[in-house]
């Protein structure tokens, strides 16, 4: 790649995103793995060719029996999330200023992102009914609203805004994924532990990919890109199942006590959210960034002291100690 900014007119992607065509081409195998080389929910789940089969799933249900009320109102959120998938491969397809071939880069990558997501959504729905813990149809009923509903999160179609809010959203989920798989082995349920984890695993992964296009960006049209850094972190990152809801409810109402559940066991918190941040500042180098115009310097140094601000914030948060309880389980 070049060292210098192209010079591109200002808010124009299309002549940035034809420059990262081959990069995406090129460096796509480094954060996708070969499918006869990956793992399939068929590899943790149990076989029903056996003649174990009914004995793996009272084990299966005994271990599940030991997890907390919250872990399993949180593990839930987490499967809704990842079923919503949908969405968030037909929000992909519409991000402007991309080469949409099919065997273009973009295209190629969002496809092949959906099918290594698309495992961890199965996996978790095939734990979740085999458990016996879980109202199925109510679980179900959420999943159909999140779909329908769709979401908001504030990118737009802008390529910049996209890739920002991807490495954060994959960087956030795997945070997720990591601590449920700690708590689910804390409490025994080491089968469940094991999902979360490779789960946990792949969403690195997809992070660093998504992380990647963003610093690959901000070497041919450094101000732009800042701008839209600091743009989605005014508006705030929000996850993706913002509007989730139970049968009944009004929209966003069951993200709110799910969100609280994962607070409660900190599985995801205010403090991560700043972590977060720092993580990717220090990852896009954004204190040594050059060719930046006055917008983009005043953007850089926004972002430069939000987390002290967020953090200063997030000592003062109150989280409901009340455990809600959710149609979802039993």
Known sequence: ????????????????????????????????????????????????????????????????????????????????TEEALPTYE??????????????????????????????????????????????????????????????????????????????????????????VAALSKKSGD?????????????EARHAKAYMSFISQAFVVDPSEVMLAFEDMMKKKIVMPAQFLRESGEPQGDAFAHFSDAAQRLEVYTAIDYVDILKELIKEWKIDQISGLNEKGEKARDYLMKLPDRLLRLADRMKI???????????
């Open 320 to 330: 409901p100690e009340k455990q809600y309880n959710f149609k979802w389980i039993y």
């Open 90 to 179: 037909s929000w992909l397809t519409m991000v402007d200023d991309v080469d949409k071939n099919e065997q273009g880069g973009w295209m190629r990558w969002v496809r092949a992102w959906t099918a290594e997501e698309n495992r961890h959504g199965d996996l978790l729905n095939k734990y979740l009914y085999l458990s016996g813990r879980i109202d199925m149809r109510q679980f179900e009923i959420s999943l159909q609203y999140l779909i329908k509903d769709g979401f908001d999160i504030g990118t737009g179609a802008d390529p910049y805004r996209n890739f920002v809010y991807t490495s954060f959203q994959e960087l956030a989920t795997n945070v997720s994924h990591r601590r």
């Open 190 to 202: 080491k089968l469940l532990a094991k999902m979360c984890g490779v789960i946990a695993s792949d």
């Open 1 to 80: 790649m070049q060292e210098q900014p192209l010079n591109i007119p200002e808010g124009s992607r299309k002549e940035v995103m034809a420059y990262l065509e081959p990069f995406m081409l090129n460096e796509m195998s480094e954060y996708l793995k070969p499918v006869e080389e990956m793992w399939q929910p068929a590899d943790f789940l149990p076989d029903a060719s056996r003649d174990t089969f009914f004995e793996e799933i009272r084990d299966l249900q005994e271990s599940a029996k030991e997890l907390p009320y919250d872990l399993v109102a949180v593990l839930i959120g987490d499967t809704v």
